[in-house]
């Protein structure tokens, strides 16, 4: 079945450093979504990508769409406090069902 | 709007005990999902429905059975619970602007 693998595992990163998560499918996407979990929270839908090549960016989130649709990458710029949380990619291939990777946790230290 | 509920927030079984998990949805969702989340596992899917009164499995159904008999409510069941059943599960539905799932707050439930 499809898989979608996403590393790190973890992050840990000095506030204001830079952090990147990158999910990789095993199969073509139809598409790819970003989910971001607060600790002790609930994922919450962050962001769509579609198109091969594609890049959104959502204030210091910065969001790629491989060529291929297979990769994607979430890159966020100068981390704070408030980014701390887990991130999830989660790829889509035609079915009512999105695969999740095992997510990023992030942690940043003041 | 409330969003996505789940009932309860938290539950403490026993093995082989038996009980139900409750999701609500007020925003008129065809498609309902329930994970569950476990350290360093991700989110995995047990079942899913893609309508009333239909059900399908996911990735990790065994052990689970859910019912789909209101469009607005989506019900976990475990008949016999086992420790490894001991995790948080997360109820979602999925929204129709991009296709993206709406999750409740979850129940973290413990077996003993």
């Known amino acids: 079945g499809q898989q979608v693998m996403q590393i790190p595992q973890y992050q840990h990163v000095q506030e204001g450093e830079d952090f990147t998560t990158y999910c990789n499918s095993s199969?073509?996407?139809?598409?790819i979504q970003w989910y971001k979990q607060r600790p002790g929270g609930h994922p919450v839908f962050l962001i769509q990508l579609v198109k091969s090549g594609e890049v959104k960016k959502q204030k210091r989130l910065t969001f790629q769409f491989g060529e291929a649709k297979k990769n994607s990458s979430l890159h966020i710029t100068a981390t704070q406090t408030t980014d701390v949380g887990t991130y999830f990619c989660a790829g889509r291939a035609g079915s009512y069902q999105l695969t999740f990777g095992k997510g990023t946790k992030l942690s940043v230290i003041p | 709007n409330a969003g996505v509920t789940q009932t309860p927030k938290f539950r403490v079984l026993k093995t082989g005990q038996s009980m139900t998990l409750l999701c609500a949805q007020d925003m008129n969702h065809e498609y309902m999902y329930w994970y569950r989340q476990d350290p360093g596992m991700g989110l995995r899917l047990i079942h899913y429905?893609?309508?009333?009164?239909?059900?399908a499995k996911g990735e990790v159904p065994d052990g689970y059975n859910v019912s789909r008999l209101k469009k607005q409510n989506f019900l976990l069941g475990l008949e016999s619970a086992a420790p490894s059943q001991t995790s948080v599960y997360f109820c979602?539905?999925?929204?129709?602007?991009?296709?993206?799932?709406?999750f409740g707050p979850g129940t973290r439930l413990t077996v003993l």
């Open positions: 199969t073509t996407l139809s598409n």
């Open positions: 979602a539905s999925r929204g129709t602007a991009y296709n993206e799932q709406f």
């Open positions: 429905s893609v309508g009333e009164g239909t059900t």
